[in-house]
Nanobody, 121 residues
Framework: QVLLVESGGGLVQAGGSLRLSCVGSGRTFSDYTVGWFRQAPGKEREFVAAISWSGATTDYRDSVKGRFTISRDNAKNTMYLQMNRLKPEDTGVYYC??????????????WGQGTQVTVSS
């Protein structure tokens, strides 16, 4: 079983940038598709981005395309989410996730504890 630990959240002004990191423990991190979900106050969790085990395939929700970039370094058991041109609606708790396919919440096998991202207007 892989444990996931996120870092890099914080408070940023609209238009700014943040980079989230997710470190996976265990030797099987590279076997998983990994990605990010987020949850805003009073709203349901939503898919943000995913990257295949090799890094060859990525997927994003429409509202972050062109602003967010997901990447991974399997040698370091680490995944990244570079977030540029942040908007107040990007505010929420961001969760690192892993599984065979992580685009749907029900398919996620492993969840991190979450990191808070707050974008001020």
């Amino acid at each position: 079983q892989v444990l996931l630990v996120e870092s890099g959240g914080g408070l940023v002004q609209a238009g700014g940038s943040l980079r989230l990191s997710c470190v996976g423990s265990g030797r099987t991190f590279s076997d998983y598709t990994v990605g990010w979900f987020r949850q805003a106050p009073g709203k349901e969790r939503e898919f943000v981005a995913a990257i295949s085990w090799s890094g060859a395939t990525t997927d994003y929700r429409d509202s972050v395309k062109g602003r967010f970039t997901i990447s991974r370094d399997n040698a370091k058991n680490t995944m990244y989410l570079q977030m540029n041109r942040l908007k107040p609606e990007d505010t929420g708790v961001y969760y690192c996730v892993a599984g065979s396919d992580v685009r749907v919440q029900e398919w996620v096998r492993i969840w991190g504890q979450g990191t808070q991202v707050t974008v001020s207007s």
